[in-house]
């Protein structure tokens, strides 16, 4: 039996232990062990995969769009990430993987790297307009998006307002596909590959659209075997190389699966990278705190090292990083893009959100203020009778997380062994 969830990520219980690693590496405490079972707190979950990373019995599953899904489209378009270039070896050349896609059944295939590219330089010309508030935060990863909704609220008008490189490669391909191919909106089908689940729920669910341009995304994991059973053949390299020419891929937007991918592209401001959950969180913490304010642009990725660290990726992620090292240097640091172009579309808002990043804080311990004032009070006393060893036996990762449910009501002191042990 498979937990249903709202979100990309559930678990299957038939597989689940109960053991403590999901429990402990969640970021947002969204896990608790029940009845022996890991479940998901949907209002915590932010979809960041780390739960799949940690698990030992692949007991959490992750939910992305199937080939069979895509069935409904009399066109289909491919927007894969550029995490997929690192994914088959150094052998491999991009156009021979967009070619691959076309052959296993999309009637067209589009590079993104032209696109990261074209939303760096929209963001150096908003860090140029807007000398306030610092630091600027990359909108790009759906996971920071979500975790600063969450966790870090007061953030949220840091994000810059840019959709990101995927949704504005659907919108530029909204716009004028249909007319092309006198075909019906919705019968054109887009759909973005990609190395996380987050991506799909970020479609599923825009923060800051009304509907996503993208109708779906299928993983790096499901879409790698039959790119493989292609490229082993080999065929047609002539019809490879025209279709996909290396002139036309960006050498910075190639970069961008990796960490400092976007802000190797901003060097006339003062910028900072980082990647991985923790050390994301450590930093956000210090922007809350006032820190960073010397700063232009906080580039994070919730994956280690960035989309190459995505837990629906094949490849081995430092080999995947080097790869896409390669790759970028060899296709070089000559823009691709028409400045001139992106200044249109950045002053005619056609990268812009549709609507505020809206900040969903945590639910107050009362909705009456002198009650939630007591609660705290009485949670404190809790957390000083735990015995404070954050084990994970009573189902909670941490003493602190299992007196804040105590008092919302969601567990017992009794659920702390040890306390009840001690109890008369």
Same mark, same amino acid.
């Given at each position: 039996?498979?937990?249903?969830?709202?979100?990309?990520?559930?678990?299957?219980?038939?597989?689940?232990?109960?053991?403590?690693?999901?429990?402990?590496?969640? &970021?947002?405490?969204?896990?608790?062990?029940?009845?022996?079972?890991?479940?998901? %707190?949907?209002?915590?979950? %932010?979809?960041?995969?780390?739960?799949?990373?940690?698990?030992?019995?692949?007991?959490?599953?992750?939910?992305?769009? /199937?080939? /069979?899904?895509?069935? #409904?489209?009399?066109?289909?378009?491919?927007?894969?990430?550029?995490?997929?270039?690192?994914?088959?070896?150094?052998?491999?050349?991009?156009?021979?993987?967009?070619?691959?896609?076309?052959?296993?059944?999309?009637?067209?295939?589009?590079?993104?790297?032209?696109? @990261?590219? !074209?939303?760096?330089?929209?963001?150096?010309?908003?860090?140029?307009?807007?000398?306030?508030?610092?630091?600027?935060?990359?909108?790009?990863?759906?996971?920071?998006?979500? $975790?600063?909704?969450?966790?870090?609220?007061? !953030? /949220?008008?840091?994000?810059?307002?840019?959709?990101?490189?995927?949704?504005?490669?659907?919108?530029?391909?909204?716009?004028?596909?249909?007319?092309?191919?006198?075909?019906?909106?919705?019968?054109?089908?887009?759909?973005?590959?990609?190395?996380?689940?987050?991506? $799909?729920?970020?479609?599923?669910?825009?923060?800051?659209?009304?509907?996503?341009?993208?109708?779906?995304?299928? +993983?790096?994991?499901?879409?790698?075997?039959? %790119?493989?059973?292609? $490229?082993?053949?080999?065929?047609?390299?002539?019809?490879?190389?025209? !279709?996909?020419?290396?002139?036309?891929? +960006?050498?910075?937007?190639?970069?961008?699966?990796? /960490?400092?991918?976007?802000? #190797?592209?901003?060097? *006339?401001?003062?910028?900072?990278?980082?990647?991985?959950?923790?050390?994301?969180?450590?930093?956000?913490?210090?922007?809350? +705190?006032?820190?960073?304010?010397?700063?232009?642009?906080?580039? @994070?990725?919730?994956?280690?090292?960035?989309?190459?660290?995505?837990? !629906?990726?094949?490849?081995?992620?430092?080999?995947?990083?080097?790869?896409?090292?390669?790759?970028?240097?060899?296709?070089?640091?000559?823009?691709?893009?028409? #400045?001139?172009?992106?200044?249109?579309?950045?002053?005619?808002?056609?990268?812009?959100?549709?609507?505020?990043?809206? &900040?969903?804080?945590?639910?107050?311990?009362?909705?009456?203020?002198?009650?939630?004032?007591? *609660?705290?009070?009485?949670?404190?006393?809790?957390?000083?009778?735990?015995?404070?060893?954050?084990?994970?036996? @009573?189902?909670?990762?941490?003493?602190?997380?299992?007196?804040?449910?105590?008092?919302?009501?969601?567990?017992?002191?009794?659920? @702390?062994?040890?306390?009840?042990?001690?109890?008369?």
């Amino acid at each position: 039996m498979t937990q249903a969830k709202q979100h990309a990520i559930s678990i299957n219980l038939n597989k689940c232990t109960g053991c403590v690693h999901c429990l402990t590496a969640c &970021p947002t405490q969204a896990i608790r062990i029940r009845d022996g079972k890991a479940r998901v %707190i949907d209002r915590q979950c %932010i979809d960041c995969g780390e739960c799949i990373r940690h698990c030992p019995r692949d007991a959490i599953e992750s939910h992305t769009t /199937s080939f /069979s899904d895509l069935q #409904r489209f009399a066109y289909k378009v491919a927007i894969p990430a550029t995490a997929l270039y690192g994914q088959f070896g150094n052998s491999v050349l991009p156009y021979e993987i967009l070619y691959a896609l076309r052959k296993i059944g999309f009637d067209h295939v589009y590079d993104l790297s032209a696109i @990261c590219e !074209l939303y760096i330089a929209a963001v150096e010309e908003y860090l140029t307009e807007h000398a306030q508030p610092r630091p600027v935060i990359a909108s790009t990863c759906p996971v920071v998006v979500r $975790l600063i909704q969450r966790r870090f609220p007061a !953030l /949220s008008e840091l994000i810059v307002p840019f959709e990101p490189p995927r949704e504005i490669g659907a919108k530029i391909l909204r716009s004028t596909l249909p007319a092309a191919l006198k075909l019906k909106p919705e019968d054109i089908g887009i759909i973005h590959i990609t190395p996380c689940p987050a991506k $799909l729920v970020s479609i599923n669910h825009p923060a800051t659209m009304k509907k996503s341009f993208l109708d779906g995304a299928v +993983s790096i994991r499901d879409i790698y075997p039959p %790119i493989l059973d292609i $490229l082993r053949k080999k065929d047609d390299t002539a019809i490879m190389r025209h !279709l996909f020419p290396d002139s036309s891929m +960006s050498g910075l937007g190639i970069g961008w699966s990796i /960490s400092g991918g976007e802000t #190797r592209s901003l060097p *006339k401001f003062r910028t900072v990278a980082v990647s991985g959950v923790q050390d994301t969180i450590h930093v956000l913490d210090q922007v809350e +705190s006032g820190l960073l304010r010397d700063v232009d642009y906080l580039e @994070c990725m919730v994956c280690p090292d960035g989309c190459v660290g995505g837990p !629906l990726s094949i490849e081995n992620r430092f080999l995947a990083k080097s790869r896409i090292l390669h790759l970028a240097k060899k296709a070089g640091d000559k823009s691709v893009i028409d #400045r001139s172009e992106i200044r249109t579309m950045y002053r005619e808002n056609f990268l812009s959100f549709q609507h505020p990043l809206e &900040p969903q804080p945590s639910a107050p311990l009362d909705a009456d203020p002198a009650e939630a004032i007591r *609660k705290a009070g009485l949670r404190d006393e809790i957390l000083q009778r735990l015995p404070g060893k954050d084990c994970g036996f @009573c189902g909670a990762p941490y003493c602190a997380t299992l007196a804040d449910d105590i008092v919302r009501g969601l567990a017992d002191i009794r659920d @702390c062994p040890m306390t009840w042990k001690e109890t008369p």
